[in-house]
């Protein structure tokens, strides 16, 4: 195995920054792909895998996206939740790749909520 340079590990730090302020960092939006076992099977990945894209292709630096267990829905996988500051979030069901494409563009980037995709606004609980 060849040795690490100096320029491999900034490389390798860059890379790690870009993928930790996905899930962390400071933003105005939230987007949570559900990836339980069902959203797994239900092609959760391919979900995610197109937002990340979407998210580095755009250079959106403060959009954080994230996965979760399941949601409890099942029989809707994939899901995901849409978390924008001061408005309660949105839950997307029945996703493609094409449909989350669409729901960055026109909930995360547009304030639009994409009503055909929406399950519910808002918590499912009150506590």
Same mark, same amino acid.
């Given at each position: *195995?060849?040795?690490?340079?100096?320029?491999?590990? /900034?490389?390798?730090?860059?890379?790690?920054?870009?993928?930790?302020?996905?899930? &962390?960092? @400071?933003?105005?939006?939230?987007?949570?792909?559900?990836?339980?076992?069902?959203?797994?099977?239900?092609?959760?990945?391919?979900?995610?895998?197109?937002? *990340?894209? @979407?998210? &580095?292709?755009?250079?959106?630096? /403060?959009?954080?996206?994230?996965?979760?267990?399941?949601?409890?829905?099942?029989?809707?996988?994939? *899901?995901?939740?849409?978390? *924008?500051?001061?408005?309660?979030?949105?839950? $997307?069901?029945?996703?493609?790749?094409?449909?989350?494409?669409?729901?960055?563009?026109?909930?995360?980037?547009?304030?639009?909520?994409?009503?055909? $995709?929406?399950?519910?606004?808002?918590? @499912?609980?009150?506590?």
């Amino acid at each position: *195995m060849p040795k690490l340079k100096p320029e491999d590990l /900034d490389r390798i730090a860059a890379k790690m920054k870009k993928t930790i302020n996905l899930r &962390e960092g @400071e933003s105005r939006a939230r987007v949570i792909v559900h990836m339980g076992t069902c959203g797994i099977a239900a092609g959760a990945r391919t979900v995610m895998t197109a937002l *990340m894209e @979407e998210i &580095e292709k755009r250079d959106l630096k /403060d959009v954080i996206l994230t996965l979760s267990s399941c949601a409890g829905f099942c029989s809707r996988e994939p *899901m995901v939740t849409v978390e *924008m500051k001061n408005e309660p979030p949105v839950k $997307y069901v029945d996703l493609t790749p094409d449909k989350a494409k669409e729901i960055l563009e026109k909930h995360v980037i547009g304030g639009n909520i994409v009503k055909e $995709y929406a399950l519910a606004v808002g918590s @499912e609980r009150v506590l």
